[in-house]
């Protein structure tokens, strides 16, 4: 087995071997791995003869942690220690601790953290639901009396005033404040501008009124025949009254008329409001993300 950094002509490989290794999830092709000139992100390969067996990656993990690299593994297990040993020597500077992120059913990866030394830090939640058996007539009755208390449900219109998108970044804000959170889960800042841009650009915004008033929101990113979501917060004066059970309910019904066939969430564990709307819901969780950690 031979260890060298990664080279263009490895991208197919590469691709494939990712693509694999994260079961098919997500679908990765060669355009998605470069050669680049930046010395926060390394990657390598191992080839048996002269085939591409395994890879390994270091980089950034995000604006959230930024003392910390994400270190990633897929293909062949038994390449993993050499690879791992290989990125040890070709740290960059500046970062004090890796974390590594795997499902708890991918054994080969879970496998490699455990033994190299990691601690198994955080824990996430996935789920899923079937929008094409989704009924939202479960939740009328909840939506009515919040109706007759002077609460209303709607999609925020891309042409919405300068005000609402004020008000919904603002929500966005106290929920990144609010939510129990994760390296994993917590999601990159977001200027006003960028949240802006990217509901106008690929993701259906809902917000909850009361008396005209933005008091709750969720996001769903629009990916081919799925949805995902992205962030349901309430105002803290409006919290415990179902807002946004109902409010998720009423997103959920809109993507199931529009054609969408599932929906996905996610968060950590320590998130217990979001775990209880979600099973209301009827979303199904999947095995648990596990981020290990390791200081360097």
């Not at 791992?84 to 054994?107: C, I, M, N, Q, S």
């Not at 969430?265 to 969780?285: D, E, K």
Request: charge should be positive.
């Amino acid at each position: 087995m031979n260890v060298r950094p990664f080279r263009a002509a490895d991208a197919p490989a590469v691709a494939r071997l990712v693509t694999a290794g994260v079961r098919r999830q997500w679908t990765y092709t060669p355009e998605h791995f470069r050669v680049l000139d930046d010395p926060a992100r390394v990657r390598l390969v191992a080839e048996r003869g002269v085939e591409v067996v395994a890879t390994a990656s270091l980089s950034p993990f995000g604006p959230a942690v930024p003392d910390t690299l994400r270190l990633d593994l897929a293909g062949d297990p038994a390449a993993f220690t050499p690879l791992y040993l290989a990125l040890l020597t070709r740290l960059p500077a500046g970062y004090r601790r890796l974390l590594g992120v795997t499902r708890e059913d991918w054994p080969e990866t879970m496998h490699f953290f455990h033994v190299a030394g990691f601690r198994n830090a955080w824990q996430s939640w996935g789920a899923h639901l079937d929008l094409t058996r989704f009924d939202p007539a479960p939740f009328a009755r909840l939506e009515e009396r919040l109706y007759l208390a002077g609460y209303e449900p709607e999609r925020l219109s891309t042409a919405a005033p300068q005000a609402d998108w004020a008000a919904l970044h603002a929500l966005y804000t106290l929920g990144v404040q609010d939510a129990s959170r994760n390296p994993t889960t917590t999601p990159d800042p977001l200027s006003p501008g960028d949240l802006r841009t990217g509901v106008q650009r690929e993701e259906a915004a809902f917000v909850m009124r009361y008396r005209s008033e933005l008091v709750a929101s969720t996001r769903l990113k629009l990916r081919g025949q799925e949805v995902e979501s992205e962030q349901t917060v309430t105002a803290r004066a409006h919290r415990g009254q179902g807002v946004a059970t109902a409010l998720k309910a009423h997103a959920l019904g809109w993507a199931r008329a529009a054609g969408f066939t599932r929906a996905g969430t996610g968060g950590t564990v320590l998130n217990l409001p979001m775990l209880r709307v979600n099973t209301l819901l009827g979303y199904v969780p999947e095995p648990m993300w596990v981020t290990w950690e390791r200081t360097l």
